[in-house]
């Protein structure tokens, strides 16, 4: 079993920034995919941007130069740095690992961003 927990959600005003974190413990394979997927209100789930433990990326094409994922594999956590956010970011963000070919999730934290 492996475990999520985010942290870094909140309320900002559009153009600001936010950092969200995830930390996974539990039994994880040291290589694994780690990522941040959102879910607006009455939307599907995206993915967000994902990495590898051995640092290959993948972003969604509309957060490509605003957000960046990083992550140190030490202590098994991701981050996802969100700048110039805009009022649709709004969404509950998830973290994700995918590991010994299973997908595990966070509970998620919500990310507002104000217009």
């Known amino acids: 079993q492996v475990q999520l927990v985010e942290s870094g959600g909140g309320l900002v005003q559009a153009g600001g920034s936010l950092r969200l974190s995830c930390a996974a413990s539990?039994?994880?394979?040291?290589?694994?995919?780690m990522g941040w997927y959102r879910q607006a209100p009455g939307k599907q789930r995206e993915l967000v941007a994902s990495m590898t433990s051995l640092g290959r990326t993948n972003y969604a094409d509309s957060m490509k130069g605003r957000f960046t994922i990083s992550r140190d594999n030490a202590k098994n956590t991701v981050y996802l740095q969100m700048n110039s956010l805009k009022p649709e970011d709004t969404a509950v963000y998830y973290c994700?690992?995918?590991?010994?070919?299973?997908?595990?999730w966070g509970k998620g934290t919500l990310v507002t961003v104000s217009s």
């Open positions: 994700n690992i995918q590991t010994s070919g299973m997908d595990y």
């Open positions: 539990g039994s994880i394979f040291r290589f694994n995919t």
